[in-house]
C-alpha cells in the first residue's frame, strides 16, 4: 500500500467509538486503520482484524485508540506468554506468531522507504527478515529502573508511553543470568537499606541498575546509576553483590544526576573487580566498558555481521571505515579480509576497548581515534585518505549530513548502511540516492517480540 498522501485532518472526538479494518503494522508496532479516511494507530490490533475501538488521543493528522471489542480476529494472533505483557512497554508484538513479525518487519522496512524516498520500491530488493531459531532470552542487558512499593524496593520498567514503573521479576526477552543478577542487586540494595531515587521528588540515591552479561563467557558487570557521587558503604556493597553472585566480575557506579531519560551520566567510576568484561562473538573476543556499545542480541549479531561482510564484498586490497565503531566489532570482524580499517565512536571508553581488542588479537591493520564520524569523514578526506568502502552504523537519528555530503565527495565504491531505525535509513537513502543504487536491504531481528527491526543495506555507487 503506497502511503505517502496521508489524510490530514481529523475530526474524531475522543471517546467515540466506532469500527475498524486494521491494513497494517505501524512503525511501533500497532494496528493502522483508516476510519472515514483518517488515520487510527491501535495498539495490540493487527493486520485483518474488524476491531470496535474508543479514540483516546487525538492530533492532527492521527487519533490513537484502544481496542474495545475484535469482531474479526486474525488468524496469525496468539496468546502473549508474558505475564507482564499487557502492562510493560518494553515488547510490542508477543501477540503476533512469529513468523508474521518477521513478516511485518519487513513491511515496516518498505513502508519507511515508500514514506521517506523517491525510489521505485516496489523494484527493491528486500529480503525476508532474518529471525532466530529460538526467539526468547536474547538480551545480554538489562536496564531496570529502581522504585519503592509498600517499602520494598521494585526493580523494572516503565509502562508504554508512560511513567508508571511495572516490577519484573523475570522478562522473557532477557537472558536468565541478566534476570537473576539483578534481582540479587535489588535485595541487596534493600538489605543496605539505600534510599531508591525518587524521580518527581528528587530523593534518593541509586536510580538504575545495569547489568550486562557475557553470555558465552559467564562474565557479568554490574553498573549502579546514582544521582550523586555519594553512595553509602558502596565498596560493601560490591563486595556483596559479588559473594551473593560469583559471575560478577565488575561492579560500576555510574553518576547520572541529569533530569533526561538518558541511563547513562559522563562520571564512571570502578568499585569493584574488573573495569571490564570480556565476552566473545565467532573466534574474536572483547573487552566490554560499561558505557561502551555492545549489540543486545549476540546470536543475532554473528549473523548480522556476517551480512556486513557479505555486502561489503571484500577482496583484501580495501581500505574501509567503520563509522560509529563502539569497542571495534564490525572493523574487527572485517580486517583479515581487508587492507586497512580506520574506525571512529564519540564515547573515549569504547575507542580504548577498540584499540585494546584489535591489539589482544594482533590486528595490526585496524585504527581506532576518538570523536564524531562528521569530523572525521571530512578531516581524512582532506588529507587525501580514500577509502574503497565505508560501513556504518549509527545511532537511531541516522547519519550526520555532514559525514553524507563527505561521502558524496569521497565516492566510496560501496557503502554498507547497518540501521536500526527504517526512517532515517530511508532518508538517508534518499540523500545518497543521487550518486547511488540501493542493491538490497536485508532486515536482520534483533530484538524478537519488539517492533525493532535492524537492515544491512548494501549500496553501489552509480557508474562505477
Ligand atoms: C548502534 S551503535 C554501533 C556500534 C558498533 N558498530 C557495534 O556494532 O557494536 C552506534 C555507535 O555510534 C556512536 N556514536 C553516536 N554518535 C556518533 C557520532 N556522531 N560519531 C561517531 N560515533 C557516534 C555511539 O557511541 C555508538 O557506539
Excluded at 513479525?101 to 521517506?116: G, M, N, P, S, T
Excluded at 542487586?185 to 539505600?194: A, G, P, R
Excluded at 528528587?202 to 557521587?229: M, W, Y
Excluded at 566510496?412 to 534518499?430: H, M
Aim: proline residues 5%.
Amino acid at each position: 500500500m503506497k502511503i505517502k498522501n496521508r489524510p490530514t485532518s481529523v475530526t474524531i472526538q475522543k471517546g467515540q467509538q466506532f469500527p475498524l479494518t486494521i491494513k497494517r503494522l505501524g512503525i511501533n508496532g500497532e494496528g493502522v486503520g483508516y476510519f472515514k479516511k483518517q488515520v487510527v494507530f491501535v495498539p495490540g490490533a493487527l493486520p485483518g482484524e474488524e476491531v470496535v475501538v474508543q479514540a483516546e488521543n487525538i492530533q492532527p493528522n492521527y487519533a490513537e485508540a484502544v481496542i474495545k471489542k475484535i469482531r474479526k480476529k486474525s488468524p496469525h494472533r496468539v496468546k502473549p506468554p508474558c505475564i507482564y505483557y499487557d502492562r510493560c512497554g518494553g515488547c510490542q508484538l508477543q501477540h503476533l506468531q512469529y513468523e508474521q513479525q518477521l513478516a511485518a518487519k519487513r513491511d515496516i522496512v518498505i513502508q519507511a522507504l515508500e514514506r521517506h524516498t523517491n525510489l521505485e520500491v516496489d523494484t527493491l530488493d528486500i529480503r525476508p527478515t532474518i529471525g532466530m531459531d529460538d526467539p526468547w532470552h536474547y538480551r545480554n542487558k538489562s536496564q531496570f529502573q529502581l522504585g519503592n512499593e509498600k517499602q520494598q524496593v521494585i526493580a523494572g520498567l516503565y509502562g508504554a508511553n508512560s511513567h508508571k514503573l511495572v516490577p519484573i521479576h523475570s522478562c522473557m526477552v532477557q537472558h536468565p543470568l541478566t534476570d537473576k543478577i539483578t534481582q540479587t542487586v535489588k535485595q541487596v540494595l534493600e538489605d543496605f537499606h539505600i534510599p531508591i531515587y525518587h524521580e518527581r521528588k528528587r530523593t534518593g540515591i541509586v536510580r538504575t541498575i545495569v547489568v550486562r552479561a557475557g553470555v558465552q563467557t559467564n562474565h557479568v558487570q554490574v553498573v549502579l546509576i546514582t544521582k550523586a557521587e555519594e553512595l553509602p558503604r558502596k565498596e560493601l556493597i560490591a563486595a556483596e553483590i559479588m559473594k551473593r553472585a560469583p559471575e560478577v566480575k565488575s561492579v560500576m557506579q555510574n553518576i547520572n544526576g541529569s533530569k533526561t531519560s538518558l541511563i547513562f551520566g559522563d562520571k564512571t567510576v570502578l568499585l569493584k573487580g574488573e573495569e571490564v568484561i570480556q565476552e566473545t562473538l565467532g573466534d574474536l573476543s572483547f573487552e566490554l566498558s560499561a558505557r561502551a556499545f555492545f549489540q543486545l542480541n549476540p546470536v543475532q549479531t554473528v549473523k548480522l555481521y556476517d551480512e556486513v561482510k557479505k555486502a561489503a564484498g571484500l577482496t583484501g586490497s580495501e581500505k574501509i571505515v567503520d563509522a560509529y565503531c563502539g569497542v571495534g566489532t564490525i572493523g574487527l570482524w572485517l580486517a583479515k579480509d581487508a587492507a586497512e580499517i580506520r574506525g571512529m565512536d564519540v564515547i573515549e571508553e569504547s575507542i580504548r576497548d577498540a584499540k585494546k581488542n584489535a591489539e589482544k588479537h594482533g590486528i595490526k591493520n585496524a585504527t581506532y581515534v576518538t570523536g564524531k564520524a562528521e569530523t572525521w569523514m571530512p578531516k581524512w578526506a582532506k588529507e587525501g585518505w580514500r577509502p574503497d568502502v565505508v560501513v556504518v552504523d549509527p545511532p537511531r537519528t541516522g547519519c550526520d549530513r555532514a559525514f553524507l555530503k563527505t561521502i558524496k565527495k569521497v565516492k566510496p565504491k560501496r557503502f554498507v548502511y547497518v540501521s536500526c531505525n527504517p526512517s532515517t535509513l530511508a532518508k538517508d537513502i534518499q540523500f545518497l540516492s543521487s550518486l547511488y543504487k540501493v542493491e538490497y536491504i536485508q532486515p536482520v531481528d534483533m530484538f524478537p517480540h519488539t517492533a525493532h527491526v535492524e537492515c544491512v543495506s548494501r549500496l553501489v555507487l552509480k557508474n562505477d
